[in-house]
């Protein structure tokens, strides 16, 4: 690779990283290597990012800790090559859904990391029936990645957004598992469906039926003290 003029260079994008002096670096050496596109700070798409998790979370179930470079650099060497082909295969067969997620972080819609309680409050100020967005899992678990939260009639619903795994792709459907239940093949689908057709909201205390199409999706703000915004592009 660099210095031999066929080489990759692939960062995460973050802010940080487009810099004028990074920038203008990357100008001047633009013969010796190609600088990958990237979505911003998606570490997901980079399958090394995911051994390297499985490495350190072997190190630190380890009885005795490295203390130093020399004892870490030996334990990283020793879990790496037992790592299984298994664990290569399951990264590999992931990409395509990791692709698909991507997507999602450049939503209007999309609330990353937002907990449920902010969710609430920001739907709760758009005061709006059929505000929304989605947020990460509170959970973090891998088969329900998602919830997706809606604002109607002075009630917020949190629904959960399941990960389908079939023989040969993944689904993605909404709510508790149930019979004959719609799959949709992204994120992004299942929003646009339901920006056409109206989505079944079911309060679990009563549980009472209601329905509603997702028409505002609502930001949340970047700094404290910014309220938040529902678009009214649908």
């Known amino acids: 690779m660099y210095p031999t003029s066929d080489g990759y ?117 758009a005061n709006q029936d059929g505000a929304f967005m989605v947020r990460k899992s509170s959970r973090q678990d891998t088969n329900q990645p998602y919830t997706l939260v809606v604002y109607y009639k002075g009630r917020v619903y949190n629904i959960p957004i399941r990960l389908i795994h079939m023989h040969t792709r993944q689904q993605y459907a909404l709510g508790r598992e149930k019979k004959g239940e719609e799959y949709f093949h992204s994120v992004s689908h299942i929003i646009e469906n339901h920006q056409k057709n109206p989505l079944v909201l079911i309060d679990s205390k009563s549980n009472s039926k209601d329905s509603a199409r997702l028409r505002f999706p609502v930001k949340q703000p970047t700094t404290s003290g910014h309220h938040c915004q529902a678009s009214n592009a649908f």
């Open 9 to 125: 260079f692939q960062q995460d994008n973050a802010p940080c990283h487009k810099a004028g002096i990074f920038s203008d670096w990357f100008l001047e050496h633009d013969n010796e290597f190609t600088v990958l596109k990237w979505t911003p700070q998606s570490p997901d798409l980079n399958p090394i990012e995911h051994l390297w998790d499985v490495v350190e979370r072997e190190i630190r179930i380890m009885d005795v800790q490295p203390t130093n470079l020399r004892p870490l650099c030996d334990a990283i060497m020793s879990i790496w090559t037992k790592l299984s082909e298994e664990c290569f295969q399951q990264l590999f067969e992931s990409m395509p859904r990791r692709i698909e997620d991507s997507e999602v972080y450049e939503k209007p819609w999309f609330a990353g990391e937002c907990d449920r309680k902010t969710a609430e409050e920001l739907l709760f100020h």
